[in-house]
Nanobody
Framework: QVQLVESGGGLVQAGGSLRLSCAASGRTLGAYVMGWFRQAEGKERDSVAG????????YYADSVKGRFTISRDKAKNVMYLQMNSLKPEDTAAYYC??????????????WGQGTQVTVSS
């Protein structure tokens, strides 16, 4: 089992920044791909970014490329999402996940409870 706990969400003005954290506990993450997803009200959950826990390879949704950065601290067992130049359309509940696969083939085995990000215009 892997437990994931997100933090760092909040209210920010357009153009501002936030850093989300996902603290992981339980079994080792070495074989997992970790991902950030978001779900706006009334919409489906979409992939935002992913990273291989072991090697640190990354991918991003086109909508966040150049603005968001995913990273992980293996010593602390924490994954981050640095979000810059935030836009109102980034408003959503953000979830972290651990699973297998890459980009469109990613399938999560574990989810966090989510953290809300609200970007005001």
């Amino acid at each position: 089992q892997v437990q994931l706990v997100e933090s760092g969400g909040g209210l920010v003005q357009a153009g501002g920044s936030l850093r989300l954290s996902c603290a992981a506990s339980g079994r080792t993450l070495g074989a997992y791909v970790m991902g950030w997803f978001r779900q706006a009200e009334g919409k489906e959950r979409d992939s935002v970014a992913g990273i291989t826990w072991s090697g640190g390879s990354t991918y991003y949704a086109d909508s966040v490329k150049g603005r968001f950065t995913i990273s992980r601290d293996k010593a602390k067992n924490v994954m981050y999402l640095q979000m810059n130049s935030l836009k109102p359309e980034d408003t959503a509940a953000y979830y972290c996940a651990a699973g297998r696969g890459w980009e469109t083939t990613f399938r999560s085995s574990y989810w966090g409870q989510g953290t809300q990000v609200t970007v005001s215009s």
